[in-house]
């Protein structure tokens, strides 16, 4: 079957280190890969999207890598910071949808 | 304000009781999409429109729930005899298509409390 995999457990990063976040999918060949933030009642917000054929993107203190031998996206913050705390969403197209991971809460501490 | 809205963003309701939720997307984008979300999940498709036209369902979704979108503008999500278990957060996106980014804007959502 379809899946897709973050962490469950909240990842705890102190502040100025790098959090990296993982996303693993089985049986998809997804064309592209996205990562939102999303915070307690609202909305996701997107961040970056990545494509099959590109191995990383970045965007100021965020970095996507993408595997797709592996089947997997890291998602990177550097510096972070305690505004960073949410939680992380990764999404796989799927034709004319996409398919959510249950996100990875991310607390930074100060 | 040029995003995604969505109304109401609250809504406590009886069990069997009906509801309607608004969406009202950003206004050059062409596809509509809703999704509900419980807690510690990701957000699950629902439906999807383009302009105007319902053109996926989800397997998931009862006959309970019908969604429209007249003339390709704001789309509206209605639950018929609410359970317990459509007690969710629910969302709306709104994307251009053609673009070459599937990027989907959401809205608030709508938190649906069945009581």
């Known amino acids: 079957s379809q899946k897709i995999e973050q962490n469950s457990e909240a990842l705890n990063i102190q502040e100025g280190k790098t959090a990296t976040l993982t996303c693993n999918y089985t049986n998809y060949s997804p064309a592209y890969l996205q990562w939102y933030r999303q915070d307690p009642g609202r909305g996701p917000v997107f961040l970056l999207l990545i494509r099959e054929n590109e191995k990383e993107k970045r965007k100021e203190r965020l970095k996507v890598t993408f595997d797709t031998t592996l089947k997997q996206s890291l998602f990177h913050i550097t510096a972070s910071q305690p505004a960073d705390s949410a939680t992380y969403l990764c999404?796989?197209?799927?034709?004319?949808?996409?398919?959510w991971g249950a996100g990875t809460k991310l607390i930074i501490k100060p | 304000d040029t995003g995604v809205s969505q109304n109401p963003r609250h809504k406590i309701t009886k069990r069997g009781q009906n509801v309607t939720f608004r969406c009202d997307p950003i206004s050059e984008h062409n596809r509509l999409y809703w999704y509900r979300q419980t807690l510690g999940q990701g957000p699950e498709f629902l439906t999807y429109?383009?302009?105007?036209?319902?053109?996926?369902k989800s397997r998931l979704l009862s006959d309970r729930f019908s969604a429209e979108r007249p003339k390709g503008s704001f789309s509206t999500l209605e639950i018929q005899r609410t359970e317990q278990g459509d007690s969710a957060m629910y969302l709306c996106a709104s994307s251009l298509e053609g673009q070459g980014s599937a990027t989907q804007y959401f809205g608030p959502g709508t938190r649906l409390l069945v009581l």
């Open positions: 429109f383009q302009n105007e036209a319902q053109l996926e």
């Open positions: 999404a796989l197209d799927s034709n004319y949808q996409l398919i």
